[in-house]
């Protein structure tokens, strides 16, 4: 058992002075607040700063992170990206992959992130066959998180298609596994309980094999992610070949759901807001990817009214710092509407910690309390950037930045 | 004389390996590049990252500073938060001011800026009444940036009415001389060739008024910058009182030229960026803070495209990371157009630069070349921001932080 006195500590949104700790085998035994904690020193260790549930990493695609400061030379779109990201994932084999998320993980674990959902589809050789094991470059990446010390949802995705309608091409052939039927059987025999699954979009998974996918999970009680309109162009293709949003085409297919999350989210009609937010589906927002790849600004305050919690993914790894991600949901807002304060920070942490690690299916992480466990990191509040903006929740939305991390 | 072998420095645009620098009396003496570089080594001290011109922060309001983290608790406007910094402005000292400033500018000192352009309009005692000194304000910051070791342009700024036609208020008392020929017989006796000129913007100074203050920047041939149209609300009253827009107006006074920088210059007509362009008038943008208010986005290409050169700032120092203003000068375009790559890292890179520099009125800063001032700074490449984000213009503009400054 160790005792902490925390000089602040994030409590239910609010970070609070003086907060003694008791942790008993990873696990929070005992929190308790108020003038008497000043006078505990026997045994305890002081930690300064502010300390605060370890932040969750809901959507990691971790092999983009080698394309950082590379794919801005020229003028293009998300689809010009596309292809420079795609020249990566032909070269990767299990060995270079797993060295280079676990750098990846390892930047995360250092800005503070301790949970990361790693959405994974690069699943076989070059020319599509699988490796002797199917899953060799999934245990890659669960091989890394544990060598970085991060935990891992991996989010088994189900990729098919290059388009509605379209046969996977070129690269594509690594991420395909002939139909979902055979996407459901290889997750299967992957055999660890860290696995859980995805659908890449609707432009990826036909129609008619969306539930076996959305099956599986419910079955597995796993978490369910999905891409969903981070494109006004899927919408537009989706519309075309089904009459229906891509929102609507989950909806029938019994996708969405509080075990499921929507990632992006960007592009919605109202209905899709409503659908989303009345089946308790998880939005989960990666601001700073959605400007670099300059997909728009999603509609996050209407999402949470309707119903949708909201999530936060560093996504592409142009920047690993889920204290962006944080203040470019507001800050986004603020650039589409001109007006300040549509979320409040204690919301913002709670994307970040709490309700980030329920959508990982991580229920017992995110939060100070007992029974939780205590993944927990410390924001300095003597750096650059944070000294003199008080210990305050709005101070570590607002001022703090990854590299204000200390522990 | 000093000899430094650089592994990596940023020339014209571009970033080159084995760079070989001589200075002396603080001025670059020789700068040589090429292969005969790698084997010169006696006498001289290598430098690990890449080592560029340090970085001129082109707009600051020091005092601004204090309010980080702190503004952020409610819903509001521009407006609501001015009201807040007002009230921080009304219980500073010359004492109090000097140190705060010291904060500050030793933090933009540690995030890479080397020059910096104060935006000063604090002057006078919180009646109105000028201290016995009536600069004596002006000179705290000017001490403040002798303590923390950065070049400073005292931006001194005419502020006399709370809108047009409207006596000031409240603490714009401290701000105001009474009239443009008070403010110039002020400035005059203040006695430092580090002082340059500023109008508030059209809500503070008057028409007729206008002209003083350009008048006397001329005949000092000094650096004059004026807010512009940061808010709708400002383009409005102006329109109201006078028929034409903010720009127009300060086209008609002569304040526009190649000496003039407009601040923020958000919500413009076509004819405004014709004006601004052809006149070879300075744009200086802050993204951060512009983001943080909720300005809305401005017209950065199109004003570059006119003749506008760009500059950046961190204004209300919510931020002060030149590397966040560069990024987010393209990060804003490619929100509001859905398309990436307006702005190339060259040309960022040189807004916050020599292009900076040379709107402060330090044409001697900013350039990595024979005769400039050796004001130099060095991004390291091996912290979790920049490793494997490549020796390039890109994974400055794209990667790094004001975090990642190692000297």
Not at 142 to 155: F, S, T
Request: hydrophobic share 40%; with cysteine; proline share 3%.
């Amino acid at each position: 058992m160790s005792v902490l006195r925390l000089e602040h500590a994030l409590l239910d949104g609010r970070v609070e002075d003086d907060v003694l700790l008791t942790v008993e085998d990873g696990l929070i035994a005992g929190v308790s607040t108020g003038p008497s904690v000043g006078g505990v020193s026997t045994g305890s260790t002081t930690v300064a700063g502010i300390t605060m549930p370890g932040l969750a990493n809901c959507h990691s695609h971790a092999f983009h992170r080698a394309l950082r400061g590379r794919t801005q030379a020229e003028r293009g779109s998300f689809w010009t990206w596309r292809e420079q990201m795609y020249r990566l994932a032909e070269e990767l084999t299990p060995d270079s992959y797993k060295d280079l998320a676990v750098e990846v993980y390892s930047e995360m674990r250092a800005t503070g992130i301790t949970a990361v959902g790693e959405f994974h589809y690069l699943h076989h050789q070059p020319d599509g066959t699988p490796y002797d094991d199917p899953n060799e470059m999934g245990r890659a990446l669960l091989a890394a998180a544990d060598e970085a010390g991060i935990r891992i949802r991996l989010l088994d995705t189900c990729y098919l298609a290059a388009g509605i309608g379209r046969q996977p091409e070129g690269v594509q052939r690594r991420f395909s596994d002939g139909d979902a039927d055979r996407w459901a059987e290889r997750v299967e025999a992957f055999g660890d309980e860290r696995v859980g699954a995805a659908i890449h979009s609707v432009r990826a998974v036909p129609r008619e094999q969306l539930g076996v996918v959305a099956g599986w999970a419910r079955r597995h009680d796993a978490p369910l992610h999905v891409h969903l309109s981070e494109q006004v162009a899927e919408n537009e293709e989706c519309l075309a070949a089904y009459g229906v949003t891509p929102t609507q085409l989950l909806a029938d297919a019994g996708v969405l759901g509080p075990m499921t999350t929507a990632v992006h989210a960007t592009h919605l009609t109202e209905t899709d807001v409503r659908l989303l937010g009345e089946s308790g589906t998880f939005a989960c927002f990666c601001p700073t990817t959605e400007r670099d790849l300059a997909d728009g600004i999603g509609p996050s305050r209407f999402l949470h009214d309707a119903g949708s919690r909201l999530t936060l993914g560093s996504d592409s790894h142009a920047v690993i710092d889920l204290f962006e991600e944080m203040r470019g949901v507001e800050m986004h807002e603020r650039l589409a509407t001109r007006q300040r304060g549509h979320w409040s920070a204690a919301e913002l942490l709670a994307a970040a910690t709490y309700d980030g690690h329920e959508s990982l299916g991580f229920a017992d992480g995110g939060r100070i309390a007992v029974g939780q466990r205590a993944d927990l990191v410390t924001v300095g509040l003597d750096t650059w950037r944070t000294r003199g903006a008080g210990a305050t929740a709005e101070a570590l939305v607002f001022a703090a930045t990854g590299a204000d991390v200390v522990a």
